[in-house]
């Protein structure tokens, strides 16, 4: 003869429940990127000079846009431009990270924004040509 389960019993009212032992421990959440400081903010306007890009803030980070296009976002110090099939080949070349956002909360993957390598940052001439393709992808998709 089969054996019945043990039928489950509801805690009392105002009891405490009681501590399960070898329960796992509450996932550790990211701890949360520093604002962009205004540094940062003009050394991107500086390198992005040649597109004629301007910045305002925006959900703690700082969008890029050109003439009201948004093509990029900083975000705790790092930068993410627009992808879109014109692009994205260059950005999983240096297996760029798209942006995860809020990573203190749920951490909402935002895979329309890659991360840019620092070494297209340090050149101006690189950047912009990265920007240009990113404002193109942003312009698509805006259609």
């Known amino acids: 003869m089969p054996r019945r389960a043990a039928p489950?019993?509801?805690?009392?009212?105002?009891?405490?429940?009681?501590p399960r032992t070898g329960a796992r421990p509450k996932p550790q959440r990211?701890?949360?990127?520093?604002p962009v400081s205004p540094a940062f903010t003009e050394f991107l306007l500086d390198q992005?000079?040649?597109v004629g890009a301007n910045a305002r803030r925006l959900f703690g980070g700082v969008g890029l846009y050109v003439e009201g296009?948004?093509?990029?976002f900083a975000y705790g110090e790092r930068v993410y431009f627009k992808v879109g099939p014109a692009n994205v080949a260059a950005y999983d070349a240096?297996?760029?990270?798209?942006?995860?956002?809020a990573p203190d909360k749920k951490g909402?993957?935002?895979?329309?924004?890659?991360?840019?390598?620092?070494?297209v940052l340090d050149?101006?001439?690189?950047?912009?040509?990265?920007?240009?393709?990113?404002?193109?992808?942003a312009?698509?998709?805006k259609r």
């Open 94 to 101: 240096v297996n760029a990270a798209p942006l995860i956002y």
């Open 48 to 50: 992005l000079v040649g």
């Open 123 to 137: 050149d101006a001439d690189e950047a912009a040509a990265w920007a240009r393709a990113a404002l193109a992808a």
């Open 139 to 141: 312009s698509r998709s």
């Open 30 to 34: 990211g701890a949360k990127p520093k």
């Open 69 to 72: 296009v948004m093509f990029g």
């Open 8 to 18: 489950r019993t509801r805690p009392r009212a105002g009891a405490t429940p009681k």
């Open 108 to 119: 909402q993957r935002v895979v329309s924004l890659r991360e840019v390598p620092g070494e």
